[in-house]
C-alpha cells in the first residue's frame, strides 16, 4: 500500500525556518508529480508549491522568493524549505503527489498533514 508521510514541522518564531519532508513508501513505480499544499484555520487549502518528475518547480506568489521544494527521487522524498516564516504562513501543511503503484495503478496521495506554526 501506497502512502505518504511527512515530518518536520513544529513552532518557530517569524523570520525563522523550517524544512519540511514528504516521504513516499510502498511498492512504487514512478512518482510524477509532487506537491505542497497547506491549509490555514477557516480558510480553504492552497497549493504553496509543487515539481514536476523533470524537475520544474511552481510556487504561490505569496511563498515565491522564501520557499523552496525540492525532490530526491532516491529516496521517494519531496522537501519543503521554508525561510523567513511569517505568522501568516501558519497551517497545517499536507505532501500531495501522483504516484504509479508496482500495480500499473497511478492515483494522487495525501499525506496526513504536519503543523507549522509561526508565532512570537
Known amino acids: 500500500q501506497v502512502q505518504l508521510v511527512e515530518s518536520g514541522g513544529g513552532l518557530v518564531q517569524p523570520g525563522g525556518s523550517l524544512r519540511l519532508s514528504c516521504a513516499a513508501s510502498?511498492?512504487?513505480?514512478?512518482?510524477?508529480?509532487m506537491a505542497w499544499h497547506r491549509q490555514a484555520p477557516g480558510k480553504e487549502r492552497e497549493l504553496v508549491a509543487s515539481?514536476?518528475?523533470?524537475?520544474?518547480?511552481n510556487y504561490a506568489d505569496s511563498v515565491k522568493g522564501r520557499f523552496t521544494i525540492s525532490r530526491d527521487n532516491g529516496k521517494n522524498t519531496v522537501y519543503l524549505q521554508m525561510n523567513s516564516l511569517k505568522p501568516e504562513d501558519t497551517a497545517v501543511y499536507y505532501c500531495?503527489?501522483?504516484?504509479?503503484?508496482?500495480?500499473?495503478?497511478?492515483?494522487?496521495?495525501w499525506g496526513q498533514g504536519t503543523q507549522a506554526t509561526v508565532s512570537s
Open positions: 500531495y503527489a501522483s504516484i504509479q503503484a508496482a500495480s500499473g495503478l497511478l492515483r494522487y496521495y
Open positions: 510502498g511498492s512504487i513505480s514512478s512518482i510524477n508529480y
Open positions: 515539481v514536476t518528475s523533470g524537475g520544474t518547480t
